[in-house]
Structures are given as C-alpha cells and as structure tokens.
C-alpha cells in the first residue's frame, strides 16, 4: 500500500499541477493578439477606408472598409471574422480575393489585436465587438438581406454566434470548431476537462442550431489546428440549409492560396442566400 502512495501522490500533484496551469492561461492560449505589420489592402490594388466604432463597452474597434465603385446593382456585403493570431494587416491579400469575389466588405480587429483599443479578452468581449461591426455596417445603409458573415477558426465560433444575434444573408465558416472543450479534449484527452472548467465556450455546435440563415462551412482536408473531425461535427449539428465542402490538399491557414479552387461556390451560395433573403 505504502509502494502505491508513493507512486500515486506525485502522479495526483502532477496532473493537478498541469490541470491548475491549463486553468490559469486558458485565455493565453485562446487569444493571441498581434499588432499590425503596416500591409494595407492598397499593396493588393485596393481603395480602402481607416474606420473605427465603439463596441457595446466603449472599447474602440477598428477596421478596414473596402468598397467596389457604386454601381446599379447593390453588392452583397461581407463582415470578416479572423481568428486567433491574426489582424488586419496580415489579411491584406485577402481583402484582394474577397474584393474579386464580388463583396464590398467590413474587415475589423477584435480589442487588443492590430490598433484597436486594448482592454481584456473573453468570449463575451469579442463577440460584442463583431456585433458592433456588424452593426456598423447597418449604419451606412446596407440591409440585412445584403449582408453575409464568414469566419475562420476561432472567427468561426464569433461568426456562428453572430448569426443567431442579427439576420445575415448567409454564414460561411472556415475551420470551424464544435466547442473550445471539444479542441481541449481532442487535444489533451488525458486531462479531463470538464465544461464548468472552461472560461469561454465558443458553443458553435450549439449556434449553428439557433441560426436563420443558409451556411456554408469549409474544412482543409488535412487541417492540423482543428482536425476535420471536429468541422463534421459542427455541421451535423447544423440546421438546414447547410453545405459542406472539404477544400483537398491543404492545412487550416492555407485557404487563400487555394481562393480559385471555391470562388464559384462561395459566389453561388452567396447567389441563392441574396434570393431568399429578398423574399423574406
């Protein structure tokens, strides 16, 4: 008995020890905020506008406003949602491809990533800063039914979570995940994570369900950040209509450089979701 104690208290204060960390920097691993690098859409061609807005608590969000010249036609509107690591700055290219997509588009920096105001993080923070965005876009004009949301990895959860606040055209999820525990189980399935452990959820197994609108959610197949397992959940979960499209070859930050291989799927989808909100 004396042998197993011995074995068995340092194993205990080991774990304990891992799972108190885990704990404590959870957010430290969730937001990795970084300042901007100076690229501007302009290196891509591109007249952009510098707008920045409160969010619900004050905080000031800043973002970028890129708009094709005014034509007869109204264009479908894009609010971009990125993920943990990135800024505007480092989505100057895809600002580009975007653009050529069709959208005129609202791309914003959550708190304390690129210039926006730094002030703490949480699940709870950055999504009123996307809703702020969402409805700073409302207040140039542009209806609901002309406005999509798309999201890339943790933007995914901010996205989906969108979607159930306001009335969007259509959602596209890239690299979405089912919960932040789902990725802390899939990734550290020995150190029993229970849901009351976790800080922010980031339930977009549960968002995808309350939505309105068409979604459309993209997967790398061999997406090493959020396995493709864990997007086959997220969408099994969805409510229709929903689609899903596994883009061959690539991992979970290489979208860009594979844009012309979904174009005519993202303008389609975008096609059928402006029919059916004109309607609503």
């Not at 509107?77 to 609202?106: K, P, Q, T």
């Not at 993080?121 to 949301?149: C, F, K």
């Not at 980031?202 to 459309?216: G, H, M």
Request: proline residues 7%; glycine residues 6%; charged residues 20%.
């Amino acid at each position: 008995m004396k042998q197993w104690k011995i074995i068995l208290i340092p194993v205990v204060l080991a774990y304990l020890t891992i799972l108190g960390l885990f704990l404590l920097a959870q957010r430290t691993l969730i937001y990795r905020p970084t300042p901007l690098n100076g690229d501007t859409p302009q290196k891509y061609g591109l007249h952009y506008q510098d707008v920045s807005f409160p969010s619900s608590d004050g905080i000031t969000i800043t973002g970028w406003w890129i708009q094709h010249p005014q034509g007869k036609t109204p264009r479908p509107v894009l609010l971009y949602c990125h993920g943990n690591g990135a800024n505007i700055s480092l989505l100057s290219e895809v600002s580009r491809l975007f653009y050529d997509f069709g959208f005129d588009e609202l791309l914003f920096d959550y708190r304390s990533f690129g210039a926006s105001q730094h002030a703490p993080l949480s699940e709870i923070a950055v999504a009123a800063d996307a809703l702020a965005a969402y409805h700073w876009i409302q207040t140039r004009g542009v209806p609901e039914n002309r406005m999509l949301i798309w999201g890339h990895s943790l933007g995914s959860s901010v996205a989906a979570w969108l979607a159930t606040q306001t009335h969007p055209a259509g959602l596209i999820l890239e690299g979405a995940f089912p919960s932040t525990r789902a990725i802390s189980t899939k990734r550290y399935p020995w150190l029993l994570v229970f849901p009351f452990m976790i800080q922010d959820p980031f339930d977009t197994e549960a968002y995808v369900q309350k939505r309105t609108c068409p979604l459309l959610e993209f997967h790398a197949e061999k997406d090493t950040i959020i396995p493709i397992d864990l997007g086959e959940r997220v969408f099994a979960k969805a409510v229709e209509p929903k689609q899903f499209v596994v883009v061959k070859g690539i991992d979970h930050n290489d979208f860009p450089s594979v844009a012309e291989g979904y174009k005519d799927v993202v303008m389609n989808f975008t096609k059928g979701c402006l029919k059916q909100a004109a309607t609503r």
